[in-house]
Each structure stands twice: as C-alpha cells, then as structure tokens.
C-alpha cells in the first residue's frame, strides 16, 4: 500500500509543479551542475501553454525542487492529469515525466537505505536487531515460488513495446497520433501534424482530414487522395506521376488502461498505443499472491475481447492473444483456481497454476520435465481432504489421466543409488573395475573382460565378497589356478553386486628392504633386489664418510627357521665382516657375497679417527683465543705454555676451569 501511495503523490507531483506553482525565472530552472533550459522552454514552464514542454528535457536537479515546492499542497491524480492536458501538455510525456519521477524516488529509497545501513548507532540510540524486524509476508514468499512471477522481478525484462519498428499498417490512429507526410518529386515538402481530440488533421489550403478510427493504410489512401488536388503530379499508378508522397507515423499517442484484479499494484496506467497487455501487466508487477496466470481477461467497452493464458507464452512462447490495447481498455486478473506444488528431480520447482482439466503431465511438462535421476516410475502426491491429509500414488501410466487439486503436493524422488547388473574385480588383473553383468556370466568370464591375471598374481587362493538377499554379505573362496586351468569343474556363476579379488604376491609378504648406517654419507633403507651385492648398497647411500673404516664392515642377517621341534634356539642373528676399498672394490673372496632380505649394513668408523676438539684460553694470558688439543694427555699447563705464559697481572688462585 505505501508503494502505492507513494506513485500517486508522485504523478500528482508532476501536474501539479507544472501548472500551479508560480512562475520561475529561467535562471532558477536549471540546478547546481546542471545545463539550463532553452528560454522558449523555460517560457513554457511558466505559461498556461505547456504543449511544447518535453520531459526528457528537465534535469533531476529540477524535478527535485518541484518535488519540494509541491508536498506543501494537495492535488489528486486524476486533478494533476486533466491540468496537464487542458494546458497542452501530451499524455505521453505526462507518461514520460511520471516514470522519472518514479525512478527518482525509487533510487531516493534505496540511498536512504543503504546510508542508514552504514549509519553508525549514537550513544543511547536503541539498535533494531533481526528480531525486532517485522515477519515476512507469507504471500511474498508464495508469490516468489510461483512459476511466472520472477518475469515481472527482474528489471531486465521489462516488457515495453519497441518504438523502432515500422507502424504496423493495422495500427488504428486516435487522438494524440503524430502523422508525418512527406512528398518529394516536383514538389517537396514534410507536414507534421498531430491528429486533435476531434479526431482529424488540418494540412494547409486543405480542410480538416478525418482520421480518428482508421488503420495507417486507409488513413494513407484518404490523406494522399486529398493532396491530390494540391499537387498535379501526385497520381498514384500513372505512368507520368513526378510526384510521391508517403504517410508514416511519428510521436506515439499514450493511452489509459486500467488493471484490476488480483494484480500486485493495481490501476491506471498511461501506456504507448502500441503497448500490448503484457506490456501493461509488467506496469502493474505482474499478478499478486492470489491472482491467476492462466486466466486474464481485456474488456473493452463493457464486454471481453480477449482471455488468455499467459503460460502459453511462458512455455511455448506464444503471443497469439497478446493483443494490442485501445484507449480505455480493462484488463482483468482472476483468482487463481488451482496451484499445486512440485518439488524433486524436476527441471523446474515451485508452485504452478492448473486449470480444471489439465493432467500430472501437464504440470510435468510446464516443470521442465524429469531430471536424469528422477524416479519416473510413480509419484507421490501429498493431497488435502476435507478432513485430513493423504498420500497418493500414481504410476506412470497414469499420469496423463490424473487431475490434480489445488494444495496438492507432488514429490519427484531419485532413483536408487545402486546397479541392478553389476560386477566388480580389483587385484593382479590388468583391467581392474565394474563390468556389466550378463546373463550367464561367470567368474571365468569376468577375468576374461579384465584381460586376465598379471604375472604377479597370487594363484592358490582368491575371494569374492557376494551380497546376500537380506543385505548382509558372504565370503566365498575359490582356487584361482583351478578356476583358470579347468573352468568346466571349478568355475562358479556371478550375481549381481559381486566383487571379486584377487590378492598379488607382493600383497601376500612383508615388504623386503636392506638397511645400511653408520660412516656412510646417508643412513638407507632401500628395497631388496635380486643379486644385490654390498657395494650397491654403499653407492645407495652415496658412499663413504671421510671417517669410514674399509676394514670393518658388517652384515647382520636375520635367522630364517626354526629351532628342533620343542627347542628354543640361541642365535638371534647371523654376521659377516667384509673390507671394502674406498672405490668400492671387495677382496676376491668376498665378491661372491650377495645381499639378503632384512639384511642390515653396519659402516664402522676408523678407530683412531677424531674431529678437532677445541678450547679457549682467555684472560690474563700472553695470546688468549681458541686452541686446538693436539695430545689425548694435554693439560692445563700445557695449554698455558701454548698461549705464551702468564701475565704479570694474572692472579692464578682465582683461574677457574669451565
């Protein structure tokens, strides 16, 4: 309601700035920043004549001071209106100036919004919080959800009839019409005329030419028919014609219609002749909450000319009743008569208007269709009786027989998520994964469409995990080898959702590495190979340490059996010492010598090997500084003596040692 009181007071606003304030000097037209009016312009403001005032032309600067000037005085709209005319003034740039003034104050809203969003409290100002915050209209929210409403939302669609095209040649002319006649030949001339509330033109040294009520082609046949007699050369058809004329049309005459009905904001509305009724519908913000989109009608002069759907446009796209409006023109919007909703796997959401015998598949096809996981077989529908609730089911052959109600509910489910001819096998297969399972199909078949077992594959015993028909699972076990060499006997027929493995042989024992420390450049841990001998192992781990001793190098290996039976043996592990030359070179003995499994490298370091040990002499002392031990037996004195001796100044009962 406040929308609506606002775009009343805002057309009486232009009305009324333009015909009952006193006059304004033409300085005064024009706002801070802003170009000023033309003086011819500026005249007219102030004048009874308004016809030549154009809309367009006043900066907002200036629509804003008239806006202030006018909310000091009452004027209706229909008062603002008939002033307006009665001064000259067209009911197209009435409709023009309405629009921006709208727009004006529409932008005005949404400043004062966002500035007192940004506006910081003042102290013992009280802070409105979401709870403080009235609900939300529960008819916005359905409005919202219904199929349609979002083309009356967007500002992109706007709906509005296109200037730029050709006069269709059945366009009735009424008052307000601008005619242009051009004529070129012989003789030149453009007349601009303006039909007159009487309905006719007036060209010079010609009577008045009636044209209210004709298409542009009769009123071309009448119009070129009287210049006939101006110009001698204008014969239409003749062979000797050096005369030609042309009718087109210029400014478009605005008409009035009114909206009622369940429509979000209805009433008047001044609208391009050329305006159809959805163009005047988006005007009104479309139907409200309640209103139909199926059953719109246009009365004119008391009786209904057209009834249409307007799903018929949003679905298929058809404008065949989207007529042309005439001056003083109804347009009706019903109560809606049923609307269900769907939800689900449909392409489409929402609540959707039906008619009494319209289908399921009807509201099917106007959500889009099924999406790719819907569950097509059956729906359910949530359906509302006198009493209570139900549930009801249709199958699908049902759909395009069964009506609906209004408040159904329809729920479009998914499909399982589950395979009904599925097979699985992983392992020491080349081609691990799903396969299709067909009918026949066995555990010989399945390694088959895996292209078979890799070298690797461990052949005494595989697995296949089966899903039994409580959904628990079974273990079955079977002989890979048996199964492969002799398919006849041992192979076992598949079901669905089974999965085979088959295990690898490396999956089947521990991991075998070697492990080298020590005086070696890196400790490694390196994964056995066949015939690796201690000198690959030494250049894994990049060699030796400046510390390394090649005359002490030792294996340990791990013990592989078991005592005698009812015996607990005593050795815990096996050990070998090898010399090894700096590049890696063993004697002629040891060369025969290979790695094992497990076996672990010990590099020893030479044993007279140390790294420089360092200690510091300071104080009173001839050379104090750093000094490198040279003697495992060196003493203090000794370290005294190295520094030059004592000083004069040295008090050698306090000397500490650190």
């Known amino acids: ?50 016809s030549n005032v154009r809309a367009d032309d006043l900066s907002d600067e200036q629509l804003r001071n008239y806006i202030q000037r006018a909310r000091s005085q009452g004027i209706s709209e229909s008062e603002a209106l008939n002033m307006a005319r009665q001064r000259g003034m067209s009911a197209s740039e009435i409709s023009v100036l309405r629009d921006r003034i709208r727009q004006m104050e529409q932008q005005q809203e949404t400043d004062t919004a966002e500035t007192r969003e ?72 453009v007349h601009r005329l303006e039909i007159s509330p009487e309905g006719s033109v007036t060209i010079d040294n010609l009577g008045p030419i009636q044209l209210h009520g004709l298409t542009m082609q009769e009123a071309e046949e009448r119009i070129i028919g009287q210049l006939q007699s101006l110009y001698s050369g204008l014969r239409p058809g003749s062979a000797d014609q050096n005369t030609f004329a042309r009718v087109s049309l210029g400014q478009l005459r605005s008409i009035q219609v009114t909206v009622v009905g369940n429509v979000r904001t209805p009433g008047d509305y001044y609208v391009s002749s050329l305006s159809t009724v959805y163009n005047a519908l988006y005007r009104s913000g479309g139907p409200n909450a309640r209103g139909s989109f199926r059953e719109i009608r246009v009365i004119r002069d008391s009786e209904t000319v057209a009834e249409f759907d307007l799903y ?50 009807d509201l099917i096809r106007y959500a889009g269709d099924f999406t790719e996981n819907a569950y097509t077989r059956q729906l359910r529908i949530h359906r509302n009786t006198p009493v209570e609730r139900s549930i009801v ?28 001819n599925r097979v699985e096998i992983e392992g020491a297969v080349w081609r691990e994964g799903t396969f299709e399972l067909t009918e026949g199909m066995t555990l010989y078949d399945l390694i088959s469409e895996a292209d078979g077992l890799r070298p690797d594959a ?32 041992y192979d076992i027929p598949l079901k669905p959702e089974d999965h085979v493995r088959i295990q690898s042989i490396f999956d089947m024992r521990e991991e075998r590495t070697v492990d080298i420390s020590g005086a070696v450049q890196n400790d490694t841990t390196a994964a056995w190979r066949e015939n690796m001998t201690l000198e690959d192992l030494i250049l894994k781990a990049d060699g030796f340490r400046e510390s390394a001793s090649e005359a002490r190098i030792e294996v ?33 003995e040891d060369k ?23 200690i510091r002499v300071e104080g009173e002392v001839m050379y104090p500084g750093a000094y490198t031990l040279a003697d495992r037996s060196e003493r203090i004195s000794d370290v005294v003596a190295r520094s030059g001796g004592l000083t004069r100044e040295a008090y050698l009962p306090g000397a500490t040692l650190i």
């Open 1 to 50: 309601m406040t929308i609506f009181v606002r775009f009343v007071f805002s057309l009486a606003t232009a009305g009324l700035l333009l015909l009952t304030l006193p006059a304004i000097p033409t300085a005064a037209l024009s706002g801070p920043g802003s170009a000023p009016i033309g003086t011819a312009q500026a005249q007219n403001l102030d004048a009874s004549d308004l």
């Open 118 to 189: 940004r506006r910081e409290p003042a102290r013992g100002e009280m802070v409105m919080t979401t709870r403080d915050l009235p609900d939300v209209d529960p008819q916005d929210n359905i409005l919202r959800r219904t199929f349609g409403s979002e083309v009356f939302r967007h500002e992109a669609v706007a709906f509005e009839p296109s200037r730029h095209v050709p006069t269709p040649k059945t366009y009735v002319l009424g008052s307000g019409d601008e005619i242009v006649i051009d004529i070129w030949g012989q003789a030149t001339a």
């Open 312 to 361: 018929d446009f949003l679905i298929n796209g058809d404008q065949g009743d989207n007529i042309r409006l005439n001056d003083q023109d109804v347009i009706m919007v019903r109560p809606y008569d049923r609307r269900v909703d769907i939800t689900g796997e449909v392409k489409r959401t929402g609540l959707f208007q039906m008619k009494a015998d319209e289908t399921l598949a």
């Open 393 to 420: 089911t249709v199958n699908s052959e049902n759909f395009d027989r069964f009506r609906l109600q209004s408040g159904d509910e329809v729920f479009v489910g998914e499909i399982l998520d589950r395979f009904e």
């Open 458 to 489: 461990y052949r005494t015993r595989g697995i296949i995990n089966r899903l039994q028909d409580d959904f628990s699972f079974e273990l079955v076990a079977f002989d890979v080898a048996r199964v492969l060499e002799d398919p006849d006997r």
């Open 556 to 588: 340990a290996r791990r013990i592989i059996g078991e005592a005698a039976p009812g015996e607990r043996g005593t050795q815990l592990a096996e050990t070998f010492t090898f010399e090894v030359s700096r590049d890696l070179e063993l004697r002629e």
């Open 592 to 614: 025969q010598f290979t790695l094992q499994p497990f076996d672990r490298v010990f590099v020893r370091h030479r044993p007279e090997y140390t790294v420089q040990r360092n």
